[in-house]
């Protein structure tokens, strides 16, 4: 099992070395950073393409096909696509059940197309810890796009959209009211809307309500559904600075993923967005400030690492046992602790 | 937060459609700590060494109700060898006549279970072949 990973088996498209080395990356063995250290200067070519959305909105039916159609059927011309594919583990547990695949099999065995489920381990953000690590690893083997599938997201797990350049939000119909749609959150993150399921009732008035949102939220670009004195009037009042990025409207589409209609559309649109940041400048300013993100949560991760290894036990309980009691708060626990140690 | 997990596939070959003991058993392994796999029904012997290589697991399970083992499952074990996964530890569930469970065995088979067995058996038995 501790067969040891070739970097360079990776980079000439050896999918078995790929598929251990993520699995090393999963599990933080030292393995892991030598393969990432060979890798890193053939990465940043990757299109990271987010999906998210609540359970049940057909995400992974989408993937499977969008994947299909960003590969292209061309022999000779086809694209490397790779799927992250993140579910839940049990909080209880620690176990997953993954099953993304199933939605995915037409994917199965298709030049080209690999697809690796990913669970949670225990982080909050609708992502895994490392799947930013593992997005890193499939660029340097050359995959692009990589779409990443999200767990089922509620409000809040927005963590995607600092990975991802393009985040596609999924909804279907019937899941809230138009309150729901301008609530904070996760439809805060989109570049692209996906109403699926769009052959059930209520789909209409759920893109209607999308729409609705994105012109009360949104600068002038995104007005395009409002009258034309409509958007002047209140363009003029709504300058935030973050909102007004010219040139892209967020787009709102409908699908249904099952049987392919308006994936052609999705794929469009991704292509377009892509096009987009690559022309305002946008691409380079979300890699900027994702590497330093990375860089900032791994120097917290090996603080905490280094701090454990370090911190004498006893003294750890102890201090535990006189919060317990109530000698004094949690915090003055820990500034006496880390200043004891540091 | 970095731990080894043990990794299982669950996978259906042929056509039967029945997919319960699948079901009973994937979810007996993730309460049991294990990241488990599921692929769904009517799976290809090719789809299913695909599938373990992509997702570089540990452990394939494969529940077969249609007594077509002797043909699929040597085909499943012939595909991951094929692929370099000698290490990979393959169960077997389902309707298999005891006539059979040995012909599998000699095919590589690591461990073949049938109706009424015990979850926490089957649990106990991965986490040792996994070790060694």
Redesign the interface.
Known sequence: MMSSVDPMAIRQGDRLALAKALTAIENGTPESQIIQEALFPYTGNAHLVGITGASGTGKSTLVNKLALALRGSKKGSLKKIAVIAVDPSSPFSGGALLGDRIRMQDLVGEEGIFIRSMASRGAMGGLAHNTAAFATVLDGAGYDPILIETVGAGQTEVEIAQLAHTVIVVEAPGLGDDIQAIKAGILEIADILVVNKADKPGAENTVRSLQAMLALAKGENSLLAAGKHMRQQLTSKMRSPEKISKGWAVPVLSTVATEGKGTAQLVQMINKHRAYLASSGLWQVKENERLRRDLEVIIHDLLVDQWERQVDPDQLEMVVSEVIQRKYPPVKAAESLLSIKS | ?????I?VLIAKPGLDGHDRGAKVI??A????????????LR?TP??IA??A????V?VVGLSILSGAHNALVPSVVDKLHG???D?VKVFVGGIIPKEDIQILKEKGVHAVYGPGTDTRDVIEDIRQA?KT
């Open positions: 937060m970095t731990e080894k997990k990794r994937a979810r392994l993730r309460d049991a700590g294990m990241e488990v796999i599921y692929t769904g799976q090719e789809m695909e599938a290589l992509q997702e570089d540990d692929f370099g996964m290490n996994v």
